[in-house]
């Protein structure tokens, strides 16, 4: 079966961003957004957006653009894992970890086996709970507490 030009477009921005060829990636997903204007199919041409903003955020540093584009995708698709995938990477890029935990949740409510998901949950690592647990976690004292009794490596002294 021969694939669209947009599909191919896509096919090898993702094989850009694999490699970390990030301005590259960014452009092929942007020639598939284009080549995919004048047909119906919406659901490729917001998995596309939806790559697009991530690549935005990634190549570029154009965080909040980024952001907006990836919301709009999951507001359209909000069934997608691969969708909320890339919404929870740009937070992540912004630091905003409880926001990309909340996302990545959501779409592992769709699909408890989606790999990618996963993944992103692993590298994000999991939050010792607050020193003192009746306090907000960004309240001073938690914070001062929770770096008291974080052990410290010894410095090696050569």
């Excluded at 990618?116 to 001062?144: C, D, Q, T, Y």
């Amino acid at each position: 079966m021969k694939l669209a030009p947009s599909e191919r477009s896509f096919s090898r921005g993702l094989d850009a961003l694999a490699e970390g060829k990030k301005l590259e990636a960014l452009a092929f997903f942007e020639a598939s957004i284009k080549l995919e204007e004048s047909t119906p199919n919406v659901a490729r041409r917001v998995r596309y957006t939806s790559y697009y903003g991530y690549c935005l955020a990634l190549a570029l540093g154009r965080t909040r653009d980024g952001l907006s584009i990836c919301r709009r995708a999951a507001a359209s698709e909000f069934f997608s894992p691969e969708i909320l995938l890339n919404l929870a990477r740009v937070h992540l890029l912004m630091s905003q970890r409880r926001e990309a935990w909340d996302v990545l949740m959501k779409g592992l409510s769709l699909d408890p086996d989606h790999e990618g998901l996963r993944g992103e949950l692993r590298r994000m690592g999991i939050r010792r709970r607050p020193a003192i647990p009746f306090l907000e976690r960004r309240h001073p004292l938690n914070k001062v507490a929770g770096r008291m009794s974080t052990k410290r490596k010894p410095v090696s002294r050569k």
